[in-house]
Structures are given as structure tokens and as C-alpha cells.
């Protein structure tokens, strides 16, 4: 099995999960990103994939701890 990589990335107010290089959801913070990251990934998990997941910390997006906006 391989390797699935899961990386939270900022998309202007929003924020992403970078996965097989695209992104196909938004999400309005990066919790709720970071969420739908480790669901994936335990799937990913339960197939026999090594799993990493990557979160910036908050210099990243809009410099808040959670990543919402103020």
C-alpha cells in the first residue's frame, strides 16, 4: 500500500485539504478542514495506506488560532 498524504491548506478566508494534488472542498475554518482530513484519512487507514496530515500553524490564512475569521 502507499502512502496518502493529507495537507490543510489556506484559500483566501477559507481553507482546504490538499489531497492527490487538487483540493475539492472549502471549509470556513481550518478545525472543520482538519476534521474532514482525519475522516479521510481513516479511511485511507482501514485500506492499509501509511497516512500524514500536515496543519499550519497560525501564521498560516488569517492568523487566528482556528483559522476563522475575526
Known sequence: MGLAE???VAQ???WGVL???SI???YATKEAAFEAAVAAASLAIR???AVRL???NRAAGNQTALG???
Request: net charge negative; hydrophobic share 20%; charged share 40%.
Open 6 to 8: 493529507y495537507m490543510i
Open 12 to 14: 483566501g478566508d477559507e
Open 19 to 21: 489531497h492527490d494534488g
Open 24 to 26: 475539492k472542498n472549502r
Open 47 to 49: 485500506e492499509g495506506h
Open 54 to 56: 500536515s496543519v499550519p
Open 68 to 70: 476563522a475569521k475575526e
